[in-house]
């Protein structure tokens, strides 16, 4: 399968990229409680923003998921090079 090398090396960009993004939501949810913390927050935008950022690291779980079932496809489709075309016996 010729595309498998830059679909792997995509995939590897996905999930760097992902969990880049997941950190990234972690220390500001962390960033914003201990300001909170220091002094005080407003309950509703504390509220809706603590749920976003959760809904964010909630995503980039999912994406990893979708990853996985990426790659196992992948696997899959490689396996069949051999299956795939048709060589014509000589006789």
């Not at 979708?66 to 000589?90: M, R």
Request: net charge negative; aromatic share 8%; charged share 30%.
């Amino acid at each position: 399968m010729q595309k498998a090398q830059e679909i792997t090396s995509n995939l590897k960009n996905l999930r760097y990229y992902s969990s880049k993004i997941a950190e990234l939501a972690k220390q500001q949810f962390e960033m914003d409680y201990n300001r909170g913390e220091e002094i005080g927050i407003n309950s509703d935008p504390g509220s809706a923003r603590f749920d976003s950022l959760g809904a964010i690291v909630s995503a980039c779980e999912w994406i990893e998921i979708y990853c996985d079932n990426i790659e196992k496809n992948l696997q899959s489709a490689i396996k069949q090079d051999k299956l795939l075309h048709i060589e014509e016996e000589n006789e």
